[in-house]
């Protein structure tokens, strides 16, 4: 097998996903790939630090890729619904690497900060077609991923109790904002 950071990651990724987060290690990947664990260090000499940090930026990408194909051939309110559908479902596959997509020391570096730009940008082109204000698509924007982030992270954690069906509320958040994004059209 051709060991490469690609082939690294992918396994992170499918550790973290079926495991957890915290379950993924140098010594669990290697058991994963077959192989000793200082050949990882070769790809990572940075350790489990340098690991996690691309298992963040290839999630990111990962999503990106995602939502870019589910708005594409789609404008305003369904642009913005398949998009968020999209992100759900991703979240939903990928519990763990969306865990290290969201809490990996994402805000400390402007490498970070780039992670999240093209699936931002997607949003950004998606609301031009409102003729909005550029502070009014920047509230726009911060409210959808608050509420993409905060309700994926909470159903992933199985954190809703109630016995309403979790479509239902995740449909009716989004047609509040929607509504609130269409009443401020000019």
């Given amino acids: 097998m051709s060991l490469d950071k690609k082939t690294i990651v992918e396994a992170a990724a499918r550790i973290a996903d079926i495991e957890g987060i915290s379950k993924v290690n140098l010594t669990v990947i290697a058991k994963e790939l077959g192989i000793k664990s ?3 260090y070769k790809h990572f000499s940075g350790g489990i630090e340098e690991l996690n940090k691309e298992l963040m930026l290839y999630g990111w990408h990962l999503l990106e890729c995602e939502i870019t194909k589910a708005a594409i051939g789609k404008a305003k309110d369904d642009a913005i619904i398949a998009i968020c559908n999209t992100y759900r479902s991703f979240v939903l596959q990928h519990k763990g690497l969306f865990e290290a997509m969201q809490w990996y020391n994402m805000y400390q570096s402007k490498e ?3 992670a999240t730009k ?3 940008a997607i949003l950004f082109q998606v609301l031009e077609a409102y003729g909005l204000t550029e502070e009014e698509k920047v509230h726009s924007v911060r409210d959808l991923r608050g509420f993409l982030q905060g309700f994926c992270s909470i159903e992933s954690h199985n954190g809703y109790g109630n016995p309403i069906p979790l479509d239902d509320t995740f449909n009716f958040a989004l047609k ?3 509504n609130g994004i269409r009443d401020l059209q000019k």
């Fill in 112 to 114: 970070h900060l780039e």
């Fill in 38 to 40: 200082p050949s990882l």
């Fill in 176 to 178: 509040t904002i929607l």
């Fill in 118 to 120: 093209g699936t931002v």
